[in-house]
């Protein structure tokens, strides 16, 4: 089972759902583009 830890910028979906994930990553860029560099490199390492 993943170890999801609650941090204040994780907040995206479990990597045990990668499809929303991109989905959420692209409204994201559109809504909060300054946080979407650590957010980027968390979605890079699933």
Request: aromatic share 6%; net charge positive; hydrophobic share 30%.
């Given at each position: 089972m993943p170890v999801i830890l609650p941090t204040p910028d994780s907040r995206l979906?479990?990597?045990d759902s990668r499809l929303?994930?991109?989905v959420n990553?692209?409204?994201v860029i559109k809504n909060l583009?300054?946080?979407l560099l650590?957010?980027?490199k968390?979605?890079?390492r699933f």
């Open positions: 979906p479990t990597p929303p994930i991109s990553y692209k409204v583009p300054a946080r650590s957010k980027i968390k979605i890079g």
